[in-house]
């Protein structure tokens, strides 16, 4: 790989990192160039252009407007990868013969171009995105948001042989992993890409966190659920913070005095917000992926209380605390800001991830791919 580099196709501008997807690939991106590689990163584009890519030296970074179009709504093509098909990309990606690497089955509209035919493509699997359409229109209320995620899935499923034009999916959890090996024979398991805490605040606050993008409404039925089943029987103040608007928390109660909401903390706020509290609280009504924010979760020095879907597929269950109901989550949210976790279960903790999800090695083993 000497003097030679990879091309990442990314589904959507990776900066700043402030949700799930745009996290794996932003901290991707650094440790490939943290490991020497040069990256020319292909951003779509439809609100979130800024000038942070300054802050990742050695990224050459080439934008493109995403497609929006109510035609797009009818093609046989799944609309996530119809309206991010640009000829000013393939004419990009073939200026060299550099890997290249899409970001998703957003990304793949030019995955079985004959050109690229003789490349090293790789995938990055998300999630089993047919499925995690259809978990989405379930957690729907729009019914034309409903329609759309269903038939979006029928279309992703169709859509996602494509795969066969890779020589490897990177699969991000372990459940993903077996899927994508038993259908297509070419799966490597690479846990998700994160911000990997320097330090650890040992204080220990008075209130419980919970932080997820909320544009989605799967995080919003979480939010709902921590706010109208678990806290409004508590006196312990619960904060929520995560991507979104005042109108993406429309339908929530807001009337306890106890639940304050942080929209769009900067890296630095939601890292003090996650460090500060005295226990993190993260129900999952999706056992989809990899979820992000247990990872982040874990990192802290507080107790992490999640159910069976937020820890399935992750190899993490062992390092939380586990709850199904809401009493459960009561009892467990009341027993941790009584009782913090010992310091020798931390230092645990903290070794284990350090083993198992480091950005250096899941860097290494895709580069090791790319020989």
Not at 200 to 213: C, I, K, L, M, Q
Request: with cysteine; proline share 3%.
């Amino acid at each position: 790989m000497t003097e030679k580099g990879v091309h990442i196709v990314s589904f959507d501008v990776p900066f700043p990192p402030d949700y799930g997807g745009v996290i794996d690939v932003y901290y991707k991106i650094k440790a490939f160039t943290d490991e020497g590689l040069k990256v020319k990163l292909h951003c779509f584009d439809y609100g979130r252009r800024n000038a942070a890519e300054k802050s990742l030296p050695g990224v050459e970074v080439i934008y493109y407007d995403r497609k929006l179009s109510a035609g797009a709504l009818l093609s046989k093509v799944p609309f996530i990868v119809k309206t991010r098909k640009s000829q000013e990309l393939l004419d990009n990606l073939l200026s060299d013969d550099w890997p290249i690497l899409f970001e998703g089955l957003h990304t793949c509209a030019w995955l079985d171009e004959a050109r690229l035919k003789d490349r090293f493509k790789m995938v990055r699997a998300h999630n089993v995105e047919h499925d995690y359409y259809k978990r989405l229109a379930r957690s729907e209320k729009s019914v034309f948001r409903k329609q759309y995620f269903k038939a979006e899935s029928k279309k992703l499923r169709a859509f996602e042989k494509v795969v066969a034009n890779c020589q490897s999916i990177l699969s991000i959890s372990e459940s993903d992993h077996a899927y994508f090996e038993k259908k297509y024979g070419k799966s490597t398991l690479i846990y998700p890409f994160h911000r990997e805490q320097t330090k650890s605040d040992s204080t220990h606050g008075d209130y419980a966190f919970y932080h997820g993008n909320l544009e989605v409404a799967e995080n919003l039925e979480a939010v709902k659920f921590l706010l109208e089943e678990v806290f409004n029987r508590l006196e312990i103040p619960l904060v929520v913070a995560g991507k979104g608007s005042e109108n993406d928390l429309s339908t929530l109660d807001h009337s306890n005095p106890g639940i304050s909401f942080n929209l769009n903390p900067s890296e630095d706020e939601m890292m003090e917000l996650s460090q500060g509290a005295g226990v993190h609280v993260l129900p999952a009504f999706q056992a989809t992926g990899f979820k992000l924010k247990l990872l982040h979760s874990l990192q802290s020095n507080k107790e992490v209380i999640a159910n069976k879907a937020m820890v399935a597929n992750t190899g993490l269950k062992s390092w939380v605390t586990l709850a199904e109901t809401a009493t459960a989550f009561r009892k467990a949210v009341a027993n941790a800001l009584e009782n913090p976790l010992a310091e020798a279960s931390i230092k645990d903790r903290h070794e284990f991830l350090r083993k198992h999800y480091s950005n250096s090695a899941q860097a290494k083993k895709i580069i090791d791919l790319m020989q």
